[in-house]
């Protein structure tokens, strides 16, 4: 039987901080790696903490570089289902709406695992809610915790979302 493709757009380190730890995690999956075909896309543009938040014109050139090259992986591969960590607001928000925007023009079903939250704090904003309501149209949402509901809410009808907490490998194995 063939694998189903899934190209992970994800964080990883560096910078190290939880959701891109949780990214290399999934990337340096066996279960993961055995059970589907894989392909993986860093989605950082920061190189250390120190930069994240900051724009530059190398950003600039890195993130119009990243988005020819999932668009370039997205057609080459032709996954069954594309995987994206986003940020929840502020500038990298709107990043990643590019990006998943493009993937779902591009007629590709894009499941969103957030591994922070701010969408509630944006959201009585008219131009993000604007971009909230295309963004979230037609996704499904991963959340760490029911609790967590509440930030998408506004969105994202509860059928269309999972709960999958984070977890840490077993370093004894």
């Known amino acids: 039987m063939k694998k189903k493709k899934v190209l992970f757009i994800l964080h990883m380190p560096p910078p190290v901080h939880g959701a891109a730890m949780i990214g290399q995690y999934i990337h340096d999956s066996r279960p993961i790696n055995t059970a589907f075909d894989c392909r993986y896309i860093n989605l950082s543009l920061a190189n250390s903490l120190n930069d994240i938040g900051k724009a530059s014109i190398k950003k600039l050139f890195d993130y119009l570089h990243q988005l020819w090259l999932i668009r370039r992986e997205a057609r080459r591969f032709s996954p069954h289902l594309v995987y994206v960590t986003p940020n929840a607001e502020g500038q990298a928000f709107y990043k ?12 590709f079903q894009v499941v969103v695992h957030y591994h922070n939250k701010g969408v509630a ?19 499904k949402v991963i959340l760490l915790a029911r609790s967590l509901y509440d930030d ?20 004894q194995s």
Request: glycine share 4%; with cysteine.
């Open 96 to 107: 990643d709406y590019v990006v998943v925007q493009m993937l779902k023009h591009m007629g």
């Open 121 to 139: 704090n944006s959201q009585d904003k008219f131009f993000d809610n604007l971009l909230y309501r295309r963004f979230f149209k037609h996704l």
């Open 152 to 171: 998408v809410k506004k969105y994202v009808k509860p059928e269309d979302v999972m709960y999958c907490p984070n977890g840490i490998p077993d370093m």
